[in-house]
Structures are given as C-alpha cells and as structure tokens.
C-alpha cells in the first residue's frame, strides 16, 4: 500500500531538503527525488489499481502519475543546466527548486486522491506553488503575467468548488469511490455542478472562455517553467474534468465539454495563424491539443478515452522538448520574435532537427503519438458525430498544423545572420530536448500497454 | 375639526421650518466649537428680507417675479397633504398619494429651473445644470423608494404606509424596510442639500441648489428661502413619520393628542437634526463629478429593497 | 437562523458595493476585514445552534485568518510599498456600481429559473450574486491588490454559502480551502508589490500580451 503513496513522497521530501537554501544540495535532492519518484511511478504502473481510503488511483491515475515524474525529472536535469541564464532571479536559485518540488507535489497529490474536494485543493495548491516560479524572470512582463494566472486561475477554480459544492448537495459525498457508485438524489443539480466544475478547472487547463492566462504565461516563463506547464500542469487540470465527467456521465455534461474542447481547437488553430513570438505560438499549440484531448475524454467511447490518454503523453513529451529548446533559442538570441530569429539550423545544430521533430509532433505529425491519439479521437468523433464535424475538427487541426511549421521551419532553415555562425549547442541542454521527442515517437508501441492499463480496473 | 387640523398643521410647519434649519446651523458650527447663530437666525434674516426691496433683472420676464409665490403655495399645499402630525388624513389629504407629492416637488424643481434660466445669470444656469443633472439620478431613487413601499402595502398613501408600520412590527423590522430607510436618508441629504453633496457657502464650486435663487432679493428672495424651509421640513416630517419612527403619531382624530404630538414631533425633529449636524461636521465634501457615485450608492441601496423583497418571498 | 443569515447576506452585498465605490486600498481591505468577521459569527451562532463542532472550528478558522490575519498581512504589504489608492478605474465608480448592483438582479433571476426548482431556498441566490460581484470587482479594477480582495470575497460568499446549505461538509476540505487561500495571499503579495513597483501605468500596453 505504501508504494502508492512513493511519487508524492519523493518531490516532499526533496522540498524539505530545499529548505536548507543550499543551491548545489537542493538541485542534487531535486534530482534524486525525481528520478525516485518516476521509479515508483513506473512500479506503480504494474500494481493493481487502489481503491483504499484516501487514494484512488486507477488506470488514467497511474499513467499521470508517470508522465509527471518523467516530465519531473527532465525539468530538474534542465533547469539545472538552464538556471544560470537568469541574471536576476525573484527568488533564490534553491527556492526555485522548493517551488518546484512543490509544484510537481501537488500536482501528484491531485491526480491520486479519492476525494473531489481534495483534488481541488490540490489543483489550487498548484497555482500557489508555481506563480513564483512563472514570475521568476523578475521583469515587468513576467511579474504582470504571473499576476494574470494567479487572479483568472483562482477565479475560475472558486468557480469549480461552487461546482464541487452542488455536486455534494446532489450526492452527499465527495468521495470519487462513492460518486461513481451511488445515485444522485438530484440529478439535476448534479448535471449544473458538473458544469460549474469542468468551466472552472477548464480554466486551469487553458480551455476556452477563460484560457486568457496561457498565452501570457507560456510566453514569458522560462522554459523549463513552460514546458512543465505546458505538458503537465494542463493535463492535470484535464484530469479534474475528467473525473467530473466520470462523476456525472449525462449527454448534456459530455456535450458541454465537447463544445468547449471544439471551441479551444478552433480559437487556438485561427490564433497561431497571426503569432509573432514563438513560445506564445507554442502556447497556441498547447491550447489546441488541449482541446483535442477534451474532445477525446468528453466522447463516451474506448477509442477516444484511449486516443485522449495517448495524445496527453506524447503531447506531454513532445512539448516540453519543443519549449526546452526554446529556452535554449532565447539564452543565444535574446528575443522572443520569430522574425528576429533565423537559421538556427547553423547556430543550434542539434537544436533546430529536435525542434523541428518536436513541433511536427505537438501539431501531430504522423510517427508520433500525438498523430494516433488524434486519430483515435476523429474516428471517435465521426463514429458518434458523423463525418462533417469530424471534417470541421480536421480543418482547423490541419491550420495549425500549417501555420505552425511553417514558422517554425522558417526559424530553423532560414539564412543565418552573419555574426551568429557559430556552434553553441551545449550538451545536456540540447540532449533532453532529443530524448523528450524521442520518446513523444515511442509512444506508438506502447498503445496496447496503456490500453491494457486504462481498462483493467475500471470501476465504471 | 379636520379643517381646524389642517389649519393647525399648515401653521405649525409655516412656522417651525424656519426654527428647524436655524437649530441645524447653531449645533454644526457648535459641533466646530464656534458660538455660531441663535436657533432662531433664519427668522431674524425672513423679517430683514421682507423689509428689502427687491431687484430684478432687466431681462427677466415676469415668471421670474411669479415664481416664488407659486412655489410657496404649492409648499403650503404639501404641507396639508402629507402625514406630519397626523397619522390620519387631513381633509385634503384624499387629493394626491406618495406619486402625487413627488410630482408637486418635481413641479416646483422645474419652475425653480425656469426661472432661475429666465433671469439669464450665469451663476443660475450652473445651478440649474447641477439641480438637473443630480435630480435626474436621485429622483428615481425616490420614485423607487415609493414603489417599493407600493409593493408593500399595496397602496401610495402615505397615512396607510404610517399605519402599517406603526402596527406591524414585522415589517417595521425588515431588511426591506431598513434599506428603504437608508436609501431615503441618503436621497434625503441630497435633496436638503446636506454635506456630503452640496455645502452652502458662497464659493460657487459647492453650489447646486443655491445658485438657482441667486438672482432673487427681497420678498422674493424671502418667500424662496422659506419654502426651502419648508421643504426640508416636509422631507425631514415624512422621513420620520413614514420610515424611521413611525411611532406615536396619533390615528385618532383628537385634539389633544394631536398637539402633544406636536410637540413630540419636534423632539424627533431634534434628533434627525442631530443626526444630520453630526454628518456635516464629520463628512467632507465630494467632488461635484463624485456625487454620483453618491446617488448610484443610494439607487443601491432603494434596488436592493425590492430584492430583498422578492428574496425573503413576497407578502408574508 | 434564516433572518440572520438573510441580513448577513445582504450586509455582505453592501459590502461588496461599497468596496466598488472605495478607492482607497486601506478602507477596502477593512471592509473585507468587517465582512469576514461577520461571516465568523454567523458560522459560530450557526454552530452553536446546530451544536455542530465543524462549524466552530471553521468560525473560529475564518476569523484567525480571514478576518485578522490575512488583512494585517496585506495592510502590511501596503505600507512596504508604494501608493495607497487607485484614481482611475477601469469601469467608472459610478456605473461600476450599479454593474454590480445588476448582478444582484441577474443572479437572483438565474438563480430563479434554474436551482430553485431544486433547493427551494429562496435566499440561495445571495452567494451566486456575491461572487459576480467579486467577479466583476476584478474586472472592474486595475489594482492587484483590490483583485485579490476581489477573489476573496468570491471565496467568502463560498464559505457563507457552505456554513449555511451543507453544515456537514467535511472539514479537512474547507480546512484545505483555507490553507490554499492563505497560500495565494501570500505568494501574490509577493508578486504584486514588484509588479506594482514595476507597472506604475495604468493603461501600460503589452504588446507582448497581445493576440
């Protein structure tokens, strides 16, 4: 029983080292606390699923808990090699890593408790532990923006626990065991809770009415910021959708949140058309794939749910190397613009191929996962929808697909100023962004394992 | 005997309005520690202007010269409609309701208007701009303020709303009723023209409504002050007697007990007075822009009435 | 117990609306203050007369930290740094105002023809108008500081909402409520003092945050 409880206790533990406010000794800590916790992450992977007091941890549970400790550990190993780039730091390079053992804390606390309630505290316990971290440039821009996401985020979280609330006024409990099981006296009430709570932790996840935040935070974070928000905290937030989904499985409550998945995918596709700065156009894409995969978990179907999960992790990989080698695009170039930005193919070898790879596989290229979780999702839709809306989706997939690498290949294969020809490739830091994409492309023979995973132990 | 009331009413606040704004100025300026005016001052300055002769614009036409004695009268005749220190009605009492008052005030505010625009100073036709521009916000407020009172007794009457509130202290102490109140009493400061809103001093940055008699000397100028005297006395009446303490105020037709509350009334009077020297000795003024934040808190509060009203389910 | 809770309600609505009409950052924070400790005594006499031990521990909760501690911590915040009051708005006062006066309408109208078919709580839509209020207050105002008081009085109606419609929520949740609320004053305390070092415009454009 204690294994399951291993991956949130690791990233504690290393906090609690950070306290020290010893650089060297918190990045060491940091380090072994995630290379710990993706351990029992992957231990967990091949236990039975735990339905015991506290903890819920089905199949969807352990597969997030796995990519958090993966995206986990190659953020340390970044961030220790990407800190030095920041002149000025908000808080001291130790806290840095407190706050981020933290962070990655509460968003493991969130995904395996059996408790709505909890898991809102969790979700909003992520926001806390990472305004610092996204505010850490220490500049106008990065401050105004850290701002930004604490005001919309907590405002659209207090809108999910109004949500949370009505859901226990229906059911009288809050326990998710409990909540997939039993009735719900007013099943009404419930459907408005739900919808309450997916708006509201959709905001956390960047989907649309309220996705204001994302754009202004993943393009001014550092990137090891971005990138971890980017490929984890978004699908943490998925998570909670999901699990009110599953609470209250109405057609109108699916709709609900395939409207608003359907919405995300077009605002973002027709927003990455006009980007100027590349981590912002990142962003756009991380919008996008996150309403594909609430497309894909608000459809009642195997083949989207599946689609759904695999899309969030060969999202979660490929992501977060395409904003690490942002932040090794900004540390060379100082600037955020993509016209200022050429031919990156001279500067950054390495670099520009993993950015590249990684940006055909966010926009879902077909080797990488993204293209079959995609996939599974349309041929969901076009199952339960028919084939125009399945076509519309295409549309704008394919624009931003478009739009996206077309910017991106300028940024890599353009020709390079004269002054800046030279290698500044630096080993870990254009590594990890490799073994990120690597990894977002082997994802595809892992389907049948995930698969396996997500269906043994369903309690619903 | 209701004519004799009448009669009794109309010479009781004819005759103790004056008193009333001259209490008001000795306790704020004893509130500054100054000596300030004897209580009864504003008589002193009625019988000087009496005897002054009067001036008027050579541009003026005549309506400059009727107005104050048509505004006067129709002061007279609010005082013999309204419940001040009867809680039944007067023999003229059955001629308009709570909609009728406020529309005789309206007509006064707009005859005031024309004049003070007929005398062609610029200082009156600031004034006149600020009395508009204000009253357009706060004469809603008491429109609303009667409405809600409608909702609660069914009727516009002012004697029936007394009535009520004398009798059922259910109503007495709801939320509905106290927001009424301070709506009213804001609503009330702006239209006596209290501190927060307008100081009477003769710096025209402050000024709203005194700039409107600006051009009037003598009788006129002194049937002018007197019917303000009035005014404030009617408003200040109703809002004791209809909202804030509604008690005491005799329903039986009786002589006697209708003068001893006469004099009762005016100790009630002292009390607001107290109220509102305190407000004008503490408040500062807003800026002019700053008093319509003022009226939309006051809207507010008359709002919230009626959804408190609707909130708490209707008639009980 | 429903007449109180009714006049706590609307207190806290007036509240709201005159923190709308405030511009200084010291009068909205005690405000606040006033209005959580209100909340705080109306969970204790609801405890009391439910003799429920919850509701005790939350009341007391909510005035250690919402009513002391959180407005001392930002009025602290507020001497360390800089102006102390907010001249220009985004949304006049004036119409601010009666916006958030119309929410009251509006949530009162929803609320109507949706959970009352539900509940049948006739004063249930005090929450739901509390927290457009405190929704528009952040809208409405360019401060950070008066955004973050915005949030909580969101956060408050919640607790008013709870304390009085679901006495028996467990109470490690709101005690988690809490604890995040702390959390986010706290950590955005340390954000907006810079953020309002480093933005002294009002109307500073971003083009960076465009698009």
Redesign the interface.
Same mark, same amino acid.
């Given at each position: 029983m204690i294994y399951y409880i291993l991956p949130i206790l690791f990233p504690f533990a290393a906090s609690i080292v950070c306290l020290a406010k010893n650089y060297s000794l918190s990045e060491s800590a940091s380090l072994i606390a995630s290379v710990l916790s993706i351990t029992a992450s992957l231990y967990i992977l091949f236990l039975k699923p735990s339905y015991i007091n506290f903890l819920y941890i089905d199949g969807f549970s352990k597969i997030m808990l796995v990519i958090i400790s993966a995206i986990y550990l190659t953020t340390v190993l970044f961030s220790s090699a990407y800190l030095k780039h920041i002149k000025n730091p908000i808080i001291s390079k130790s806290s840095y890593f407190l706050f981020l053992n933290l962070f990655v804390f509460s968003m493991l606390f969130s995904v395996s408790l059996n408790n709505l309630g909890l898991m809102w505290v969790g979700i909003e316990a992520t926001t806390i532990t990472s305004a610092l971290l996204v505010a850490i440039d220490n500049d106008k821009t990065s401050l105004e923006s850290s701002w930004r996401y604490i005001i919309i985020v907590s405002t659209g979280l207090v809108i999910s626990l109004v949500g949370i609330m009505l859901i226990y006024a229906s059911m009288h409990t809050l326990k998710i065991t409990e909540l997939l099981i039993n009735k719900p006296s007013h099943p009404k009430l419930l459907v408005m809770g739900a919808v309450l709570a997916i708006v509201g932790f959709s905001t956390k996840a960047g989907i649309f009415p309220m996705h204001t935040w994302l754009p202004d935070v993943h393009g001014h974070a550092i990137a090891p910021v971005s990138a971890i928000f980017s490929s984890i905290l978004l699908p943490t937030a998925l998570f909670g959708v999901y699990r009110i989904i599953e609470t209250a499985s109405f057609d109108s409550v699916r709709i609900f949140a395939l409207l608003l998945g359907v919405l995300t995918v077009v605002f973002a596709s027709i927003f990455l058309i006009s980007q100027k700065f590349y981590k912002r156009m990142f962003a756009y894409s991380s919008m996008e794939n996150m309403g594909m995969i609430l497309i894909g978990l608000a459809i009642d179907n195997k083949f989207a749910f599946l689609g759904a999960v695999i899309l969030l992790v060969s999202h979660a990989f490929a992501k977060s190397s395409a904003f690490y080698t942002t932040g090794n695009i900004l540390s060379i170039y100082k600037t955020r613009d993509i016209n200022n930005v050429k031919g990156i193919i001279k500067t950054l070898p390495f670099g520009a191929y993993s950015f590249l790879l990684s940006a055909m596989a966010v926009a879902g290229a077909p080797p990488f996962g993204t293209f079959l979780g995609e996939l599974f999702i349309i041929y969901a839709l076009y199952l339960k929808f028919g084939i125009v809306s399945a076509i519309a989706v295409l549309i704008f997939l394919s624009i931003s697909f478009f739009s996206l690498n077309h910017k991106v290949a300028k940024i890599c294969f353009s020709i390079t100023p004269e002054k800046q020809v030279q290698k500044k490739d630096e080993v870990i830091s254009s590594l990890i962004p490799i073994i990120n994409t690597v990894l977002a492309f082997l994802v595809i023979f892992f389907v049948g394992f995930i698969n396996n995973i997500l269906t043994s132990g369903m309690l619903k | 005997m209701l004519y004799f009331l009448s009669a009794v009413q109309l010479l009781f606040v004819i005759g103790f309005a004056p008193l009333a704004a001259g209490v008001f100025n000795t306790l704020t300026e004893k509130f500054e520690s100054k000596k300030g005016p004897s209580p009864l001052q504003p008589y002193y300055d009625l019988y000087k202007l009496f005897g002054k002769q009067s001036v008027v614009p050579k541009v003026a036409s005549s309506l400059f010269q009727i107005v104050p004695y048509i505004t006067f009268s129709m002061y007279l005749f609010l005082t013999l409609v309204l419940p001040i220190i009867t809680a039944f009605p007067l023999s003229f009492g059955p001629v308009v309701d709570f909609i009728g008052g406020g529309l005789v005030f309206g007509a006064i505010g707009t005859l005031k208007k024309i004049a003070s625009l007929d005398s062609r100073s610029n200082y009156a036709h600031l004034g006149t701009s600020r009395t508009s521009s204000i009253g357009a916000l706060s004469e809603p407020i008491v429109v609303l303020i009667f409405i809600t009172f409608g909702v609660i007794s069914h009727t516009n009457n002012p004697y029936v709303i007394n009535n009520i509130m004398q009798t059922s202290s259910h109503w007495y102490f709801s939320?509905v009723h106290w $927001?009424v109140v301070f709506a009213f009493f804001m609503a009330l400061l702006v239209e006596t023209g209290k501190l927060p809103i307008e100081s009477h001093s003769s710096n025209e940055f402050g000024m709203i409504d005194q700039a409107i008699e600006m051009e009037y000397s003598g009788t006129e100028l002194a049937l002018m002050k007197w019917g303000g005297y009035i005014k404030q006395f009617i408003l200040m009446s109703v809002f004791l007697n209809v909202f804030l303490i509604p008690f005491w105020v005799p329903m039986k037709i009786e002589l006697k007990g209708v003068l001893l509350y006469a004099a009762l009334h005016l100790l009630k009077m002292l009390i607001l007075i107290l109220i509102f020297s305190v407000i004008q000795s503490t408040v500062s003024k807003y800026k002019l822009f700053k008093n319509?934040?003022y *009226?939309?808190?006051a $809207?507010?509060?008359a709002?919230?009435a009626i *959804? *408190?009203f609707?909130?708490?389910?209707g008639a009980m | 117990m429903k007449e109180l809770y009714?006049?706590v309600g609307?207190a806290q609505?007036?509240f709201v609306?005159?923190m709308q009409?405030q511009i200084y950052l010291k009068k909205i924070i005690l405000t606040f203050a006033l209005s959580s400790i209100i909340i705080a005594a109306f969970l204790f006499l609801d405890g009391i007369m439910l003799n429920s031990t919850n509701l005790l521990i939350l009341g007391t909760l909510t005035i250690t930290i919402r009513g002391f501690f959180i407005p001392r911590y930002m009025l602290k915040m507020l001497n360390l740094a800089y102006k102390e009051r907010e001249p220009r708005h985004i949304v006049p006062?004036?119409?601010s105002?009666?916006i958030?006066?119309f929410l009251?309408?509006l949530a009162?109208i929803v609320y109507h023809f949706t959970l009352y078919n539900i509940t049948y709580i006739?004063?249930g839509?005090?929450p739901i108008a509390l927290i457009l209020q405190g929704m528009f207050l952040i809208i409405s105002r360019n401060n950070a500081f008066i955004q973050l008081t915005g949030y909580m009085v969101m956060e408050n109606s919640l607790f008013l909402f709870a304390g009085y419609l679901f006495p028996e929520l467990p109470l490690i949740i709101e005690g988690g409520i809490l604890l995040d609320l702390v959390g986010v004053v706290m950590i955005s305390s340390i954000v907006i003092r810079l953020r309002e070092d480093a933005i002294s415009a009002i109307t500073e454009q971003f083009e960076k945050f465009k698009g």
């Open positions: - | 939320l $927001f319509f934040e *009226v939309a808190m $809207f507010s509060f709002f919230l *959804v *408190v609707y909130t708490i389910g | 009714l006049i609307f609505i007036v609306i005159f009409w006062p004036a119409a105002i009666i958030s006066l009251v309408v009162y006739k004063a839509s005090i």
